[in-house]
C-alpha cells in the first residue's frame, strides 16, 4: 500500500474515521468530490483502474482500493443508488446531498478554495465508485 498515491476521505477526525471504517467494512464503494477542488489542487480527475492508499486520521494507510467508475456530474444526477454506496447510510440522494453540500461549504474547503462555494444543481461532482482491494 505504501507505493499508492494516498486518498484522504473528509478531513481528519471523527467523518474521517466513519468513512474509513464503512471502506473496511465493505459499506462504502463510493465517494465524492467537488470538481472545483480537483481544478484548485491541479489534480487530474482520476480514472478507472486508478488505485489509491486510503489514509486512516494519523495519515496512515488503512486500506487499497481501485477505482471502477469515475463520472463528472451535475449533482443533481446522483440518484439513491449511488447516495446508498456511500457507506454513510444515507436513505437516498436528498440526504446525500444536503450532507454534502454541508461539506463542500464547510470552513476547511473554504479555506482550501479560498470562498465558500456555491452549490447549484449544476455543480459539477467528480462521483467515484470503487472496490477495494485485499490486502
Known amino acids: 500500500m505504501d507505493d499508492l498515491p494516498p486518498l484522504e476521505l473528509a478531513f481528519p477526525g471523527p467523518e474521517r474515521d466513519r468513512g474509513v471504517a464503512a471502506v473496511l467494512n465493505g459499506e462504502k464503494?463510493?465517494?465524492?468530490?467537488?470538481?472545483?477542488?480537483?481544478?484548485?489542487?491541479?489534480?487530474?480527475v482520476p480514472a478507472p483502474g486508478d488505485r489509491f492508499a486510503v489514509l486512516d486520521s494519523g495519515g496512515r494507510p488503512a486500506a487499497a482500493i481501485e477505482?471502477?467508475?469515475?463520472?463528472?456530474?451535475?449533482?443533481?444526477?446522483?440518484?439513491?443508488?449511488?447516495?446508498?454506496?456511500?457507506g454513510r447510510g444515507y436513505a437516498g440522494a436528498a440526504e446525500w446531498r444536503a450532507?454534502?453540500?454541508?461539506?463542500?461549504r464547510s470552513e476547511g474547503v473554504a479555506a482550501f478554495l479560498g470562498r465558500t462555494p456555491g452549490i447549484t444543481d449544476d455543480t459539477l461532482v467528480v462521483a467515484q465508485r470503487f472496490r477495494r482491494l485485499d490486502p
Open 29 to 44: 464503494t463510493a465517494f465524492t468530490g467537488l470538481l472545483e477542488i480537483h481544478e484548485k489542487a491541479g489534480e487530474p
Open 67 to 86: 477505482l471502477t467508475e469515475v463520472r463528472v456530474v451535475p449533482i443533481k444526477e446522483i440518484d439513491d443508488a449511488y447516495a446508498r454506496a456511500e
Open 99 to 104: 450532507d454534502h453540500e454541508r461539506f463542500f
